[in-house]
């Protein structure tokens, strides 16, 4: 196998855990609230500038930057959910699609008031020589960035099946009746997953603020590629958002590899279609609940 196969392989993976991460955070939302949340690009792009303007006016690293952003997402997120999805919790779902766009809109323009439209990055000192393996390289703040995916995603996955509030926020989920009777706050859990879902998008775009260059809008370009994972993995499956996310990270690196970067959409979108077919459900079908 070619070498720069290999490198395209290795650059896939580390980018689909990015990718993996934030559809993490859209699949838990729409397996607890059931809504398709359209402002996640946009809230993965607060998260980018959330850790660039602490490590800017803190003068702190990015990494370091990321457990204040964990806070302010997940305030975003929880707020979100608690003060505005929810006053129309039982309107027909076109109404919380068009809110969630909203309030994506609003986000986005809030984003470009404060940092302008005008590119910005964020240069990590002593990161600037890549890492050799082998006869392969990688940049640091890449492989950074993939071991904080993994340390997440396992975070998640105790949250929600070791920890007393990853019980309620699986009980409300699978029946919002029976958890009410069971003494559970129904409300303030499903704000609560909201937030969960907006850290996981935030820490993702938050690591990329090293990796690349960042503007307001640029959480669109990854809005539909979350929700093409998501799908993908089974929407509410954790671990098949996870992994669908690594897959369709890879089939981009190596379709642009092997036929040019403006082929990689349609691959991934034409693979997404073929899938489908398949099996309608998603690779890893839907669902909230732990495999035995």
Same mark, same amino acid.
């Given at each position: 196998?070619?070498? !720069? +196969? &290999?490198?395209?392989?290795?650059?896939?993976?580390?980018?689909?855990?990015?990718y993996?991460?934030?559809?993490? $955070?859209?699949?838990?939302?729409?397996?607890?609230? *059931?809504?398709?949340? =359209?402002?996640? $690009?946009?809230?993965?792009?607060?998260?980018?500038?959330?850790? /660039?303007?602490?490590?800017?006016?803190?003068?702190?690293?990015?990494?370091?930057?990321?457990?204040?952003?964990? +806070?302010?997402?997940?305030?975003?997120?929880?707020?979100?959910?608690?003060?505005?999805?929810?006053?129309?919790?039982?309107? @027909?779902?076109?109404?919380?699609?068009? &809110?969630?766009?909203?309030?994506? /809109?609003?986000?986005?323009?809030?984003?470009?008031?404060?940092f302008? @439209?005008?590119?910005?990055?964020l240069?990590?000192?002593?990161?600037e020589?890549?890492?050799?393996?082998?006869?392969?390289?990688?940049? @640091?703040a *890449?492989?950074?960035?993939f071991?904080?995916?993994?340390?997440?995603?396992?975070?998640? !996955?105790?949250?929600? !099946?070791?920890?007393?509030?990853?019980?309620?926020?699986?009980?409300?989920?699978?029946?919002?009746?029976?958890?009410?009777?069971?003494?559970?706050? +129904?409300?303030?859990?499903?704000?609560?997953?909201?937030?969960?879902?907006?850290?996981?998008?935030?820490?993702?775009?938050?690591?990329?603020?090293?990796?690349?260059?960042? /503007?307001?809008?640029?959480?669109?370009?990854?809005?539909?590629?979350?929700?093409?994972?998501?799908?993908?993995?089974?929407?509410?499956?954790?671990?098949?958002?996870?992994?669908?996310?690594?897959l369709i990270?890879?089939?981009?690196?190596?379709?642009? /590899?092997?036929?040019g970067?403006t082929?990689?959409?349609?691959?991934?979108?034409?693979? =997404?279609?073929?899938?489908?077919?398949?099996?309608?459900?998603?690779?890893?079908?839907?669902?909230?609940?732990?495999?035995?």
């Open positions: 196998m070619s070498i !720069y +196969v &290999l490198q395209s392989f290795l650059d896939g993976v580390l980018m689909g855990g990015i993996a991460l934030a559809a993490l $955070g859209l699949s838990l939302i729409f397996g607890v609230l *059931k809504i398709t949340n =359209f402002a996640h $690009g946009a809230m993965m792009a607060v998260g980018m500038y959330t850790v /660039y303007a602490l490590a800017v006016g803190l003068g702190i690293g990015p990494y370091a930057a990321l457990p204040l952003a964990v +806070v302010f997402m997940f305030a975003i997120g929880f707020g979100v959910q608690r003060f505005l999805i929810n006053s129309i919790d039982h309107a @027909p779902a076109h109404n919380q699609l068009l &809110l969630t766009l909203g309030i994506a /809109y609003i986000l986005e323009n809030v984003l470009l008031m404060i302008t @439209p005008n590119y910005r990055t240069t990590v000192e002593g990161f020589k890549a890492i050799h393996i082998g006869p392969l390289t990688v940049a @640091p *890449k492989l950074i960035m071991g904080v995916v993994l340390v997440i995603t396992a975070g998640v !996955y105790i949250l929600l !099946y070791q920890t007393r509030v990853g019980r309620s926020i699986r009980a409300s989920a699978q029946d919002e009746e029976g958890a009410r009777l069971m003494g559970i706050h +129904v409300r303030r859990i499903r704000a609560a997953a909201f937030g969960l879902g907006a850290v996981c998008t935030g820490i993702a775009g938050g690591l990329l603020t090293p990796v690349m260059s960042i /503007y307001p809008t640029l959480g669109e370009s990854f809005q539909l590629k979350c929700f093409v994972i998501a799908v993908l993995g089974g929407m509410g499956n954790l671990w098949g958002a996870f992994v669908s996310g690594l990270g890879v089939i981009e690196s190596l379709s642009g /590899y092997w036929l970067g082929w990689s959409e349609m691959l991934i979108y034409g693979a =997404f279609i073929l899938i489908l077919l398949v099996r309608p459900t998603g690779i890893f079908g839907r669902g909230n609940r732990r495999e035995n």
